[in-house]
């Protein structure tokens, strides 16, 4: 069989569960917007469907969706250039969800290891969408034929799986129909840690509000979580190997690293030998020149949330030009009896 070439095409997304954290802009949004540009098609998405595996309050998942749509753009996302849509919108992304629940076998599902953290003791109360998350993100990711994904070091075993699926459907049905899609976890900080315990990853369902940087967060409270980010008493290092061992030292390197777009090297050459009372103001400093401009641009674009709904709107046709062929094409495959 010839191998088939694909469009480069990127899609990536995130879920509207809360209010979106230095981690999602640093691990994924800041990300999004590099990829932005004449190399791939860009596609990217606010997952409501995937939020609603735990519990949503309907009115905040309205609200969550519009202002995370607010912050791709004010981060640098251009819905002319990228298509930008939430998740219900374009349909296809369930249809084609339930063909992969079919392709994906327990025991992968069983491995996941983001479920059981999520679930955590209280599993045979989780919902039956939490366990079947990862089927749909494929879905999300194959459905546009995507290429490339990027995303957080925590998505990995996800796209794991999505490259499984790949594997498994194209052979069943004698095709070389789905890509092998590639993750794409890079930058200094694809995990931005929770600033009260090196060891979690900053999330935006942590319940201490102090653990994370949240983007809608002003100057004020940036540069209170960052002086009370939990540190060690030791000096910073010059090189990274002093770094071993001090994942809190680590973690508020990783996020000065990647907001001044330099290495981690770069960074230790400047601070290194510094205390960290003399560091965090320097971090909180930059945190605020950075996330500032964008926070007070999605404050403004909140203003006009019908404007935010259009672009939505218009996301969703631009998105199932492409996904309907797909979705028809692999029922066609599968044989799924077509409309006449
Ligand atoms: N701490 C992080 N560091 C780096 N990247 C991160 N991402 C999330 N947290 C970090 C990346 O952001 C993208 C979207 O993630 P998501 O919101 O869909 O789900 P998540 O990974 O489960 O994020 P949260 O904040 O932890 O959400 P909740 O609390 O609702 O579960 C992904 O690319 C992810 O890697």
């Given at each position: 069989m010839t191998e088939t070439t694909f469009t480069p095409r990127v899609f990536s997304g995130i879920q509207p569960s809360g209010g979106l954290t230095l981690g999602n802009y640093l691990g994924a949004i800041k990300r999004f917007v590099d990829m932005q540009g004449d190399t791939f098609e860009t596609i990217y998405c606010m997952v409501d469907l995937h939020a609603i595996t735990v519990w949503q309050n309907p009115a905040d998942l309205i609200h969550n969706t519009r202002e995370l749509c607010a912050g791709f753009i004010a981060a640098g996302i251009d819905p002319e250039k990228s298509i930008l849509i939430?998740?219900?919108?374009?349909p296809e992304h369930a249809q084609l969800g339930w063909i992969f629940n079919c392709v994906a076998r327990m025991g992968w599902m069983q491995r996941m290891t983001q479920f059981k953290d999520k679930a955590g003791k209280n599993a045979q109360n989780a919902s039956l969408g939490l366990f079947g998350y990862p089927a749909l993100m494929a879905a999300d990711i194959l459905v546009y034929h995507a290429t490339h994904v990027p995303v957080g070091e925590d998505q990995k075993q996800h796209l794991e799986l999505t490259r499984d699926i790949a594997a498994k459907f194209n052979p069943d049905y004698g095709v070389d129909f789905f890509p092998m899609t590639e993750p794409v976890?890079?930058?200094?900080?694809t995990r931005v840690m929770s600033l009260r315990d090196g060891s979690k990853k900053m999330s935006?369902?942590?319940?201490?509000?102090?653990s994370r940087i949240n983007m809608t967060d002003d100057a004020d409270a940036i540069a209170r979580k960052i002086r009370k980010a939990k540190t060690d008493p030791d000096a910073l290092p010059s090189?990274?190997?002093?770094?071993?061992?001090r994942p809190e030292a680590r973690n508020l390197i990783n996020i000065y690293a990647a907001l001044s777009d330099q290495s981690v090297d770069q960074v230790l050459a400047e601070v290194?030998?510094?205390q960290f009372g003399a560091f965090k103001p320097m971090l909180a400093e930059l945190a605020v020149s950075k996330l500032g401009p964008i926070s007070s641009e999605m404050a403004r674009l909140m203003n006009d949330p019908a404007e935010i709904d259009r672009i939505l709107s218009r996301g969703s046709l631009r998105a199932r030009e492409i996904t309907a062929p797909i979705l028809r094409k692999t029922y066609d495959i599968v044989g799924m009896v077509a409309p006449v």
């Open positions: 939430n998740q219900s919108q374009v976890i890079e930058g200094a900080a935006k369902s942590d319940p201490s509000d102090a090189e990274v190997k002093g770094l071993e061992g290194g030998g510094k």
